[in-house]
């Protein structure tokens, strides 16, 4: 049973995503069309020995395409996609642009299936540190509802895109080349240097991506009244993402529990070896499914054992994006 | 007034930015002694245009020395400072041998200058990451007490000393080249990547970097209930670290509280602009002597107003080492 797939944005660091993971997981299609802005229209890309013409996004790009994978920023989506649903595509986005619309499902495959079946066209696929922070949060919450969560993150270049990606790599050589390193894709060094993240601010003082985990899970847990605070914070690393997360749940919990609960959930594994001090790692993570969790402990600052600390890293490119936005579409089907 | 100065471990990244703060605030002494490993005896170090020659440190190292700044390592402080103590010596110790020793005072002049006075030989200079984090805290504290913290570290190579800060170059250079990075100096590659502190974990799961930042921080306040919670984690970063801190208070505090308290406060800059995205990063805090905070947020997760989120970054050589063991010098002058 195979569909009439489109992927906007395929030339981007998420859309070669989409192409490696469409084609590991033999994902069932009739035909596949490439699409991306005009500058990268008529290029060519090989996916499965098959050559194909990325096409230019257009309105009329979607003529037969039964689902659409996006990834091609906001301003595209809420561009294009509306055209792609009314011509009958289901559009799978992973943009910011639907993400807070009570209309469209915002869906994480081990959280929430149940609401694509929801969908009116179109299914948003979460930010990427909402994806990984909650991931092995949620197995933990249906178990023992968390009240409150402090989450610290660890974000990699990947997050901005291929540019950024190669701004790492071109300012690392320049520094150890005693250069100034130029910033393009960000706005401050990122080489041998952290920065806050890189949204715009609001007027709280926080800035998007910290309110996107935020009201994300909030709308994913179906929980409007879960306590959550961020920093966001860009960490010279190539694509996977850590978060420190500090979880207060409503009983006592403790961390044999939570290894419990985590080794058999869905999407995760658990790496948490004390003995030999191994814990996740961004390069452990890069490339796999799999969120990892370990540096799993009670938080003695909580009363009544109700406190835990993990450490995640997953990658942001994969679960952080592409193949949950491919496992949405593996369920449509 | 001067005083006969020996540094013990000299050669080290520490021991280096003794002197380079020594020099620059034009520290008085009438004569200094260069100690370190008999593996850098006979070492040859200019400082204010005169030549030193690095002795090697043993018990006979300290006839006629006034103060000794160390920062040979723990096994090294244990071995050598109580023999110094009974010539005379007062020894500013930056290791972890004394610290929690109730007849050691543990210093950060900001904070609690009154306990030099107590001494009886050693003076303890507290650990970096508490010193960096806590030092903007301190003046909240006092206006508000601070009932728990919540603490993510982003911990730089340099509190590894040298050999970690060159790894991590070393590693870099590796990895451009399409080579395997060589771990030495750290159990994992830090190169482009981070992992949670390489310090031995006790028996809760919590490695010694985070249990110092807890037992450290109660001892400086003087405040043995402060609720404390981190995770302390190593990023590819030279030489300063980062900390996101959570803080709930008392009573109801509101961000512009917190500018004004530490707009005034000793040691800390404010470095808070919402408007260029432009906050505390490495790059800023390095070879500074204050701590730079921002991201000065309420955290709506806390009830009545009494959360409150920042960001700091100092530079871990300076005012996590080697700065702050010499203001308590000059303090015992």
Same mark, same amino acid.
């Given at each position: 049973?195979?569909?009439?797939?489109?992927?906007?944005?395929?030339?981007?660091?998420?859309?070669?995503?989409?192409?490696?993971?469409?084609?590991?997981?033999?994902?069932? &299609?009739?035909? !596949?069309?490439? =699409?991306?802005?005009?500058?990268?229209?008529?290029?060519?890309?090989?996916?499965?020995?098959?050559?194909?013409?990325?096409?230019? !996004?257009?309105?009329?790009?979607?003529?037969?395409?039964?689902?659409? =994978?996006?990834?091609?920023?906001?301003? #595209?989506? #809420?561009?294009?996609?509306?055209?792609?649903?009314?011509?009958?595509?289901?559009?799978?986005?992973?943009?910011?642009?639907? #993400?807070?619309?009570?209309?469209?499902?915002?869906?994480?495959?081990?959280?929430?299936?149940?609401?694509?079946?929801?969908?009116?066209?179109?299914?948003?696929?979460?930010?990427?540190?909402?994806?990984?922070?909650?991931?092995?949060?949620?197995?933990?919450?249906?178990?023992?509802?968390?009240?409150?969560?402090?989450?610290?993150?660890?974000?990699?270049?990947?997050?901005?895109?291929?540019?950024?990606?190669?701004?790492?790599?071109?300012?690392?050589?320049?520094?150890?080349?005693?250069?100034?390193?130029? $910033?393009?894709?960000?706005?401050?060094?990122?080489?041998?240097?952290? &920065?806050?993240?890189?949204?715009?601010?609001?007027?709280?003082?926080?800035?998007?991506?910290?309110?996107?985990? *935020?009201?994300?899970?909030?709308?994913?847990?179906?929980?409007?009244?879960?306590?959550?605070?961020?920093?966001?914070? #860009?960490?010279? *690393?190539?694509?996977?993402? $850590?978060?420190?997360?500090? =979880?207060?749940?409503?009983?006592?919990?403790?961390?044999?529990?939570?290894?419990?609960?985590?080794?058999?959930?869905?999407? *995760?594994?658990?790496?948490?070896?004390?003995?030999?001090?191994?814990?996740?790692?961004?390069?452990?993570?890069?490339?796999?499914?799999?969120?990892?969790?370990?540096?799993?402990?009670?938080?003695?600052?909580?009363?009544?054992?109700?406190?835990?600390?993990?450490?995640?890293?997953?990658?942001?490119?994969?679960?952080?994006?592409? !193949?949950?936005?491919?496992?949405?579409?593996?369920? !449509?089907?």
């Amino acid at each position: 049973m195979g569909c009439n797939l489109a992927i906007a944005g395929v030339t981007g660091a998420v859309g070669q995503e989409f192409l490696k993971i469409l084609e590991a997981r033999d994902f069932p &299609f009739d035909s !596949l069309k490439m =699409l991306a802005s005009s500058r990268s229209a008529g290029k060519k890309i090989k996916f499965k020995g098959k050559e194909y013409i990325v096409e230019e !996004l257009t309105k009329k790009s979607f003529g037969r395409v039964d689902v659409a =994978l996006f990834s091609a920023g906001a301003a #595209r989506s #809420r561009e294009f996609a509306p055209a792609a649903v009314e011509g009958g595509t289901v559009v799978v986005d992973n943009s910011s642009a639907f #993400r807070t619309d009570p209309d469209v499902p915002l869906v994480i495959p081990e959280i929430n299936p149940q609401k694509i079946a929801e969908n009116k066209g179109i299914i948003a696929n979460p930010n990427c540190s909402t994806i990984i922070g909650i991931v092995p949060v949620w197995p933990l919450h249906k178990a023992n509802p968390v009240k409150r969560m402090v989450v610290s993150t660890y974000q990699a270049a990947s997050g901005a895109g291929t540019s950024a990606m190669l701004e790492l790599e071109e300012q690392t050589r320049e520094i150890l080349d005693g250069k100034e390193p130029t $910033c393009k894709a960000f706005p401050y060094q990122i080489a041998f240097n952290v &920065f806050s993240h890189n949204s715009a601010l609001g007027p709280n003082g926080y800035n998007q991506e910290e309110m996107k985990m *935020v009201n994300e899970t909030r709308k994913i847990f179906d929980c409007a009244d879960i306590a959550i605070t961020c920093t966001c914070i #860009r960490i010279p *690393v190539f694509r996977a993402h $850590c978060e420190s997360i500090n =979880l207060e749940f409503s009983e006592a919990i403790t961390p044999d529990q939570v290894r419990d609960l985590l080794g058999t959930a869905p999407g *995760v594994s658990v790496l948490d070896d004390r003995e030999n001090n191994r814990f996740p790692m961004p390069i452990d993570a890069s490339g796999k499914d799999d969120i990892l969790v370990g540096r799993i402990r009670q938080d003695e600052s909580v009363p009544e054992n109700r406190g835990i600390n993990i450490w995640v890293a997953g990658d942001q490119l994969r679960k952080g994006a592409a !193949l949950n936005a491919v496992q949405i579409a593996e369920k !449509l089907l």
